[in-house]
């Protein structure tokens, strides 16, 4: 491997920033991090930075199963991080099928697969400035809320972002400076998908219109909006327990109101949460007129809860 140049040193020291946060606020006593790699630019450059910060790094290259000759991009993947020095590295096959779509459904199977593989490890994701943006574009376009504005977080257990401050170009200058050959995915040209149309279509439109600058004002907006939202979600109460009394909430603002319903809900089982379930729920609250249940995702796939009021009480089953 070449010797680093500034975007290699630049991928380097932003691990180097999320490594010692994270020593200090979660785990003091772990040297060793789990890499999702999937021999791409960012994940490269992600996991050369791991090694050069002198984490002792594990890579773990999840195969979809969706493009022919997947598995073997996994295995030369896989190769090229032993080739770079890892304690060890393991591909992990994935059937990938459920509700949302193909992009949400080999999501949820990449997940589960990296939680059950990291071996205690935090894992850490390429996901970079630039995707943080293009995750609050969606976040805005569909509605979503103050929450999903915010983006990801830095480190959401067991997962860290170490590159959110690191544009997409600098991870490919990282590549190019220690002589590495990342694989071009051709699901990131494929316009089917959403965010492949926002990659090559809206932002470039959007810097144009707005003279530059778009991605990164977008990583600073989800940077802001999540510091408001954790100062917001402390002074939430808390509720427990499978019914909650309508009277805890109707004094609170709206905000702390939803917080509070959203973290009742969570501890219920629900999961996957939307804007749209909570509103729902809300209204059991400040539109009480008599209505049925509402229903919402339960945890598991096709589980759902039934909210319902009765006698001043909400109860979810």
């Known amino acids: 491997m070449n010797r680093p140049g500034p975007a290699a040193l630049r991928v380097r020291r932003a691990v180097e920033t999320w490594w010692h946060e994270y ?4 785990a003091p006593g772990r040297s060793e991090v789990a ?38 991009v996994a295995e030369r993947a896989a190769a090229t991080a032993r080739d770079l020095g890892v304690l060890r590295a393991q591909v992990l096959t994935v059937q990938v099928d459920g509700a949302g779509g193909p992009e949400a459904a080999a999501r949820t199977a990449r997940y589960r697969a990296l939680d059950a593989a ?25 509605g979503s809320g103050a929450r999903s504005l915010a983006g990801m977080a830095p480190w959401a257990p067991p997962y860290g972002r170490p590159l ?43 810097e144009e219109v707005l003279g530059g600058g778009v991605a990164p004002s977008l990583a600073r907006t989800a940077a802001s909006l999540r510091a408001d939202n954790e100062a917001l979600d402390a002074l939430a109460p808390a509720p427990s327990g499978p019914h909650l009394p309508v009277s805890e909430l109707t004094e609170l603002p709206a905000a702390l109101r939803i917080r509070a319903i959203r973290a009742w809900l969570a501890q219920c089982g629900a999961r996957a949460l939307t804007a749209k379930h ?40």
Do not use: K
Request: aromatic residues 2%.
């Open 118 to 142: 990291r071996d205690g490890s935090p894992v850490l994701l390429g996901h970079t400035l630039d995707d943080q943006a293009e995750t609050v574009l969606l976040g805005l376009g569909r």
């Open 35 to 72: 890499v999702a790699l999937s021999g791409g630019a960012d994940s490269l450059a992600l996991l050369t930075g791991a090694l050069a910060a002198g984490l002792d790094t594990v890579a773990l290259v999840v195969d979809h199963g969706l493009q022919d000759g997947s598995a073997a």
């Open 278 to 317: 909570l509103t729902a729920v809300d209204a059991l609250v400040t539109d009480w007129h008599g209505q049925g249940p509402t229903a919402v995702p339960g945890g598991s796939a096709g589980r759902r809860l039934q909210v319902t009021r009765a006698g001043g009480i909400l109860r979810a089953w």
């Open 164 to 206: 959110l401050g690191v544009r997409r170009d600098e991870t490919r200058r990282a590549c190019t400076e220690l002589g590495l050959h990342p694989w071009e995915d051709p699901h990131n040209l494929d316009p089917r998908f959403t965010r492949v149309r926002l990659r090559t279509e809206v932002l470039p439109l959007l």
């Open 23 to 26: 020593r200090a606020s979660a």
